[in-house]
């Protein structure tokens, strides 16, 4: 969620600023996205491939979300 209100405020920002707003905002989502898999498998000895289904699933469920509300925003200006 807090991606997306980071995204969608970057839309008022003019061309580059846009561009590197949104460029830091998916880069450091991955960095926190790639400890908390890290600390999940290795720390809590989850089962790996059950895990990593179960992850993608909901990552590209919530990537879906996310790209329909910034889409339902940029209709609405």
Do not use: H, Q, W
Request: proline share 1%.
């Amino acid at each position: 969620m807090t991606g997306s209100l980071i995204i969608s405020g970057a839309f008022k920002k003019p061309g580059i600023s846009f561009f590197n707003t949104v460029l830091l905002s998916m880069v450091v989502r991955m960095l926190i996205t790639t400890a908390l898999v890290f600390l999940m498998v290795y720390v809590l000895k989850l089962d790996k491939i059950g895990f990593a289904v179960i992850f993608f699933f909901f990552y590209f469920l919530f990537l879906i979300f996310e790209i329909n509300f910034l889409s339902a925003n940029i209709n609405k200006k």
